[in-house]
């Protein structure tokens, strides 16, 4: 089992920054591919960026490209999720996810992810 607590969310301006945290507890953290997601009221939760187990490879949604930076310290249990040049419709809930042996192919879709934080709230503002 791995338990996660996402930290970090807030209210910030349009153009501002902010960092999520994603702390981890159980066995094994280190082996497991982890993913952001978001979910914005009446919409889809939708891929945000993903790791690989050891910070090799990641990945982006093109609506972040070059604005989020995921990053992860194996050694803390810990994965980040650096937002930068935030805009409005960047609002939503955040979470992270937990998957093992995530293939890359499928690293943006939920159901491949076994273990869920309860988010965190970003709010821009305009």
Same mark, same amino acid.
């Given at each position: 089992q791995v338990q996660l607590v996402e930290s970090g969310?807030? #209210? +910030?301006? =349009?153009?501002?920054? #902010? $960092? #999520?945290?994603c702390a981890a507890s159980g066995r094994a953290f280190s082996s497991y591919t982890v993913a952001w997601f978001r979910q914005a009221p009446g919409k889809e939760r939708e891929f945000v960026a993903a790791i690989s187990w050891n910070g090799g490879n990641t990945y982006y949604a093109d609506s972040v490209k070059g604005r989020f930076t995921i990053s $992860?310290?194996? =050694?803390? @249990?810990?994965? /980040? #999720?650096?937002? @930068?040049s935030l805009k409005p419709e960047d609002t939503a809930v955040y979470y992270c996810a =937990?998957? %093992? *042996? +995530?293939?890359? *192919? +499928? +690293?943006?879709?939920p159901t491949m /992810? %076994? /273990?869920?934080?309860q988010g965190t709230q970003v709010t821009v503002s305009s």
């Open positions: 969310g807030g #209210l +910030v301006q =349009a153009g501002g920054s #902010l $960092r #999520l945290s $992860r310290d194996n =050694a803390k @249990n810990t994965v /980040y #999720l650096q937002m @930068n =937990a998957g %093992d *042996s +995530v293939h890359s *192919s +499928v +690293v943006v879709t /992810y %076994d /273990y869920w934080g």
